[in-house]
């Protein structure tokens, strides 16, 4: 395309070289036949105008064309006209067109030899003028001159006539100089005309194949590192398929990706990440043979399509060697970059012989490698492909039941510390599966948020949770888990308060649980949102305390109204060397200072309930008191948790009493 750009632009300016030749030329050749017909008729008009004034001032032509001598007064005379500047000669013919007398700068005479004049014979035949022009040699005639032949007319008979040569050399000159100013400046002119929009279109021309050039450059290259992109990267790697050979060298495609560049561009810059990104792609080229393909996808993602490869340990090879080059330290502004990546390999044609299946097994085998932990080279099995299907099977699940209503809110008790009475539910979100089964919440709400529908799902659960804990007692609470990605968009206040007015249960009904991965992000704005849903009336919970490494800074940052210690405690109470116990006590005795009441998760057993109640937790929560249960069988819960009681017995121990009776009631 760009050669036949550059044809085209050369016979564009061959072109108009030949117009403006062609226009200067022809202008220059009109101006030349101008100038020659108005020096002829200038001379022609000068040559008959001096003849003529000879005959109309000399009385003697009849005797003088018949071979007498002019009379004094004629000879004065033509002495005086032959002394002009003007009239080189003066000639008087007889009839017969033969010269008898001649006046020139030299002399004015009677001639010895007389000589004829075709056109003096014509002009006393004719009884008429004739004229024209002939060009001299300078000295016996001028270089340009008029020829006038006049007849003398005596009483009605041509006696003779009378010649008149005027020079008209000067006048040529002039005319000539003149009308070759004239053509140079109108030459000029029209080059000029032509050469400013010939400029413009030639200037106009080479920006638009700069332009033209630069955009294929910029459809098949990435703009910050040069690398082969996405469209180059397809239609090569096409190219390289078709001309695999069925029995020969395979070829591995490498996906890589850098681990974490999205912290590393935060707390850096963009500039150190740009940076990072162009040093990561020149030591691609530099590990990459002249016939490998280097591209870039775009963010952090680079494929390289390594060619000739005779089986899985070359590729491997490679990939190590791109993994220990890549991994290097960097440096940036005098700042230290240590990066890691992970590569997903897939081989051709085993792993795929089309360019989109080659590079969904690659990108399959990174995601598996960014899943192991990152910083690895991981290669693609047919596993892999099986995960990738029930992944898209499980999203069109997600989609559906987000668009259709299709979740369902199961309710786990919560008890009091003394395990006396129901405090409320917390409302748990469950996917039902095709076969009736129930998804995991911790398969759904990870992959919800990776598909951007926690937002939708979150204010679902809202206004369910509330609408069915309106119609409970109006001693229970209801405790509904927020997801940080619903406070990015800052319209959880308004969702909550909505909620609570459509659904008419009070907001010291409802109770938010919120994680510290919340507070990591804009925690200004967090702390804001969390203060106006507190005005609003509800209560604030930190859920899963004591797994992060800065949950203690928070609960005096903001007053929460409740703290959940994390179920992993609960898991690690009877095993020896723990601690747990301790810690337990510790954020209990904590929480008491803060004003602030306890919850305890995942309680399983007889013995972990025993030391709850002695530690005097204020709420407990678990499979031992009660699993979650489907709205449906909420109703008959609550009643069989209201009418079991303790007993009033002062030597009967309440915690073992009651435990036992909770164990019965959830075995039911």
């Not at 990072?276 to 590990?287: H, I």
């Not at 405090?423 to 919800?448: C, N, W």
């Amino acid at each position: 395309m760009a050669y036949l750009a550059d044809i085209t632009l050369r016979r564009g300016i061959v072109l108009l070289v030949i117009i403006v030749t062609i226009l200067a030329g022809g202008t220059f050749l009109a101006i030349q036949l101008t100038t020659s017909y108005l020096v002829n008729e200038d001379a022609r008009a000068n040559a008959r105008d001096w003849a003529q004034f000879l005959v109309a001032n000399v009385t003697d032509l009849k005797q003088i064309a018949t071979g007498e001598l002019p009379s004094a007064a004629s000879l004065a005379f033509l002495d005086a006209a032959r002394k002009s500047n003007r009239v080189f000669r003066y000639v008087i013919f007889n009839r017969r067109g033969y010269s008898q007398f001649i006046a020139d700068a030299q002399r004015s005479s009677s001639v010895s030899l007389s000589e004829f004049s075709p056109d003096a014979a014509k002009s006393v035949a004719l009884r008429r003028t004739i004229v024209n022009t002939s060009d001299g040699d300078g000295e016996r005639m001028p270089q340009h001159f008029g020829h006038a032949y006049v007849p003398i007319i005596v009483d009605g008979e041509a006696v003779g006539a009378v010649a008149a040569v005027v020079d008209e050399t000067a006048q040529r000159d002039r005319f000539r100089n003149a009308f070759l100013t004239a053509a140079l400046s109108l030459c000029t002119l029209i080059a000029f005309s032509f050469a400013v929009p010939a400029a413009a279109w030639y200037r106009r021309t080479r920006e638009k194949q700069g332009t033209e050039r630069r955009m294929r450059y910029l459809a098949h290259h990435d703009v910050l590192t040069g690398l082969a992109n996405r469209a180059q990267l397809i239609e090569r790697l096409q190219c390289m398929l078709a001309s695999l050979p069925p029995d020969g060298p395979q070829m591995a495609v490498h996906f890589v990706d850098i681990d974490r560049f999205k912290e590393i561009n935060d707390t850096l810059g963009h500039d150190a990440g740009d940076f990072l990104l162009k040093t990561v792609a020149e030591r691609m080229r530099m590990c990459a043979r002249i016939e490998d393909l280097v591209a870039r996808l775009g963010g952090d993602e680079f494929v390289v399509v390594q060619s000739n490869v005779t089986g899985k340990p070359q590729a491997e090879a490679f990939a190590k060697r791109l993994t220990e080059s890549l991994s290097q330290p960097m440096t940036f502004s005098k700042q230290g970059i240590a990066a890691t990546i992970t590569i997903g390999v897939a081989m051709v044609p085993q792993d795929g012989n089309t360019s989109e299946r080659v590079l969904k097994s690659a990108d399959l085998a990174l995601y598996a490698g960014k899943s192991a932990g990152r910083d690895c080279v991981r290669f693609f099995s047919p596993e892999l492909d099986e995960a990738l299907q029930g992944r898209i099977r499980l999203e069109k699940l997600i989609r559906d039941a987000v668009v259709n209503n299709g979740f369902e809110l199961h309710y786990q008790p919560i008890y009091e510390g003394d395990v006396n009475h129901l405090a409320g539910y917390e409302a748990l979100l469950r996917l039902p599966a095709p076969d009736g089964s129930q998804i995991s919440p911790l398969t759904v709400i990870p992959m919800a948020e990776e598909m951007h529908l926690i937002d939708k799902i979150g204010a679902w659960v809202l206004r369910e949770a509330c609408r069915t804990a309106a119609t409970w007692p109006s001693s229970l609470i209801i405790s509904v888990n927020l997801s940080p990605s619903q406070f990015v968009n800052g319209t959880i206040v308004e969702t909550v308060a909505d909620v609570l007015r459509q659904s008419g249960l009070p907001p010291e009904r409802l109770e938010l649980e919120i994680t510290e991965t919340l507070l990591l992000g804009n925690k200004e704005n967090t702390m804001e949102q969390l203060r106006a849903l507190k005005a609003l009336g509800v209560a604030i919970a930190m859920d899963d305390f004591g797994t992060g490494y800065s949950s203690l800074s928070y609960l005096w940052k903001f007053p929460f109204d409740k703290i959940k210690i994390d179920r992993s405690f609960m898991e690690g109470f009877e095993k020896p060397g723990q601690g747990v116990e301790t810690i337990i006590k510790t954020i209990i005795a904590l929480s008491r200072e803060l004003n602030m009441r306890v919850t305890a998760e995942g309680v399983e057993t007889a013995g972990q309930a025993s030391f709850l109640f002695n530690a005097h937790v204020d709420q407990v929560q678990g499979f031992y008191l009660g699993r979650p249960l489907p709205a449906s069988e909420v109703g008959a819960h609550m009643i069989r948790a209201f009418h079991e009681t303790l007993p009033s017995s002062d030597d009967a121990n309440p915690a073992e009493t009651d435990l036992s009776c909770r164990t019965d009631a959830a075995s039911r």
